[in-house]
């Protein structure tokens, strides 16, 4: 793209782009200041980053609509132009822990947390015409977060200066991807993933201390790939993503804490598209997560994990195309918490318990080139209460509770050039 397109793009994409040219930490700490994170809906990642793929609720990986697609399944961009999309995803959750047990804090009753966190997040596909397309972004594909008034234990309640109440987790992700069309316009793509994620928490550690991290914050930089295959008919369309287990570096502040990094797992993602008519297309997702693959998160408690399971997710969205102007899209999406009855007391500051979410949400086109989107989540709540028969904690904080749930409402803007 030469200077005079690129100052014909509005201010928005422009300075997305500018951006995207410089290096990797100049561009990222646009990101650090206005992002926040919100509660997750798959393990730690978010239930998505862009205004069109929320609004069918994350399904699609075979219908492709902008540059997030870059990072969902980088074979699809084939079916896409040259782009810039940008989304605001603002997320409303809502926590409640009642800890119990011979340790949990029973004195403050019911524990919230809340809150309103901010997602910015873009990206840009251009075309090279026969030769493919290029794309990628700054995305925020993982997070949580709660901050409780008091502690969950009463050890740390009374005698600990009220800590083992807060935990933040922060992911940014910079994707740069390629994709090819083979002959019978199979796409095919791949993508470097390079991130950085902050960390920071008051927990106990196994020594019924709080950590010598003291909540502050600790920064650790990672790498890992994605995959994608694509193919489209006039009415049907197919498509699948591999994304490989993304490598990270050690918390040297929480080594008290945590044994390993915070590495993110594999995740496998195929779905398809239907048109039963022109203007309406359904889009079904089946989707993988392998959180026992990855010590942090797979591993016994006494291990350095948190005994997580694997997640089996399935998503299915409708994009209705009114007229020229207006699109409606609606989605529902299953996916299985990584947390069992036998590990709630442990998961009190990682409280991912949220299984289903509906989404509603429209895109107005204004003209061929401007498209702005509107998309409205709400997770279903979801509690689980602890068994007592699973590792330390759970047999120290028998019969307590969590539950989460929220709204989220994204707002994206698109720009095709």
């Not at 922060?170 to 994707?175: A, C, G, K, P, T």
């Not at 028998?398 to 749930?405: F, L």
Request: hydrophobic share 35%.
């Amino acid at each position: 793209m030469n200077k005079h397109a690129i100052l014909r793009l509005p201010l928005v994409a422009r300075a997305f782009l500018f951006s995207a040219m410089r290096p990797w930490p100049v561009a990222l700490l646009i990101f650090l200041t206005i992002s926040g994170i919100g509660q997750a809906n798959e393990g730690v990642f978010l239930f998505g980053n862009d205004a069109q793929q929320l609004g069918r609720a994350g399904s699609g990986v075979a219908s492709p609509r902008s540059a997030y697609w870059s990072y969902l399944n980088p074979g699809s961009m084939i079916g896409l132009d040259s782009r810039v999309d940008l989304t605001l995803f603002n997320v409303f959750p809502k926590v409640e822990a009642k800890p119990r047990g011979l340790i949990g804090n029973r004195l403050d009753g019911t524990l919230e947390a809340g809150g309103m966190f901010n997602v910015l997040s873009g990206g840009m596909i251009y075309s090279l015409e026969e030769y493919g397309r290029i794309g990628g972004g700054l995305y925020v594909p993982s997070g949580t977060g709660v901050e409780y008034e008091h502690s969950r234990n009463i050890v740390s309640r009374l005698f600990q200066n009220n800590d083992d109440r807060k935990l933040m987790y922060q992911h940014f992700r910079l994707v740069l991807s390629y994709a090819y069309e083979l002959p019978y316009g199979i796409g095919v793509g791949a993508s470097l993933h390079t991130s950085v994620s902050r960390f920071r928490t008051d927990h106990i550690t196994l020594k019924f201390r709080p950590t010598r991290g003291d909540n502050e914050w600790d920064e650790a930089y990672g790498i890992g790939y994605g995959l994608g295959v694509y193919k489209a008919w006039e009415r049907f369309s197919v498509g699948a993503s591999y994304m490989s287990r993304h490598y990270t570096q050690k918390m040297d502040k929480y080594k008290d804490l945590l044994k390993y990094s915070l590495d993110t797992p594999q995740i496998v993602q195929a779905g398809m598209g239907f048109k039963p008519w022109k203007p309406l297309e359904l889009t079904l997702d089946f989707k993988y997560l392998n959180w026992k693959g990855v010590p942090n998160y797979g591993n016994k408690l006494m291990k350095g994990g948190f005994n997580w399971h694997d997640q089996y997710a399935v998503k299915a969205g409708a994009e209705w195309t009114v007229n020229k102007h207006w699109r409606l899209m609606t989605g529902f999406a299953h996916a299985t918490t990584p947390i069992d009855e036998d590990h709630v007391f442990l998961s009190t500051l990682v409280p991912v318990t949220c299984e289903d979410h509906i989404t509603l949400g429209c895109t107005y086109a204004l003209n061929e080139h401007h498209e702005a989107h509107f998309v409205w989540v709400h997770g279903i709540k979801k509690t689980i209460k602890d068994t007592g028969r699973g590792d330390l904690l759970s047999r120290l904080g028998r019969g307590s509770e969590i539950s989460s749930d929220g709204n989220s409402f994204a707002i994206g803007y698109s720009y095709k050039f």
